[in-house]
């Protein structure tokens, strides 16, 4: 799986587009870039994946650069319970039940 | 109508004891996985498992053993529990080739004594 960088943490105000980057320069032409959040406490969860093209969906939106080696993940009007660790992962095309690799992520806090 | 439960919520035992968390999901998914997540927040895959392949992560003591009686279920049992096992197990499931990601249950709190 390509290994990812993000920053550790990052603040947001409440209403404003939160803009979560990720760098996965060795990101291999078979692999997706998948973003998962960890809210406090919770199980982590989907938020949205891609390939080439950006992509949107009721969560969020995702734009990928056309060399594929960053993304940046936008939740467009952020929330209060948008606090959560956000982590970007590379996932091989091909499927399987390998899991995820996650990394440290970045610990988004949404300020009121 | 949730889709990956474990029980129990939280495990409290003594070390050397025997343990094992159940998991369920009711998606009809393929794979289902273990994770551990220790006190500094890191998330790891233990193992990941459909019917037809378990695939362990080498790091995991061979104290730990996935049991799975049906496609809906995954357990994991823990043999002579240590201090390091405590940490937070996670259980998830997946539809390969379905895009949606990996659905995650709510976590099992295992504290050893």
């Known amino acids: 799986d390509a290994k990812t960088t993000q920053p550790p943490s990052m603040d947001c105000a409440e209403g404003r587009a939160a803009n979560l980057p990720c760098n996965h320069s060795t990101i291999s032409g078979n692999e997706y870039v998948y973003w998962y959040r960890q809210i406090h406490s919770q199980g982590p969860q989907y938020i949205i994946h891609?390939?080439?093209n950006n992509e949107t969906n009721e969560m969020a939106s995702l734009i990928i650069t056309e060399d594929r080696k960053s993304s940046t993940l936008i939740l467009p009007h952020a929330t209060l319970r948008d606090t959560a660790v956000y982590y970007c992962?590379?996932?091989?095309?091909?499927?399987?039940?390998?899991?995820?690799?996650f990394g440290k992520g970045t610990h988004l806090i949404i300020q009121p | 109508d949730t889709a990956v439960s474990q029980t129990p919520k939280y495990l409290v035992t003594q070390m050397g004891n025997d343990k094992s968390i159940k998991c369920e999901q009711n998606l009809g998914h393929d794979t289902m996985y273990w994770y551990k997540q220790d006190s500094k927040k890191f998330l790891k895959i233990m193992f990941s498992?459909?019917?037809?392949?378990?695939?362990i992560n080498e790091t995991v003591p061979n104290r730990f053993s996935p049991k799975s009686p049906d496609k809906a279920h995954l357990n994991l049992h823990i043999n002579s529990l240590e201090l390091g096992d405590s940490a937070v197990y996670f259980c998830?499931?997946?539809?390969?080739?379905?895009?949606?990601?990996?659905?995650f249950g709510p976590g099992t709190r295992l504290t050893v004594l």
């Open positions: 998830a499931s997946s539809q390969a080739a379905s895009g949606r990601g990996e659905f």
């Open positions: 891609g390939l080439k």
């Open positions: 992962i590379g996932v091989p095309l091909r499927g399987g039940a390998d899991g995820l690799t």
């Open positions: 498992y459909n019917n037809k392949e378990l695939i």
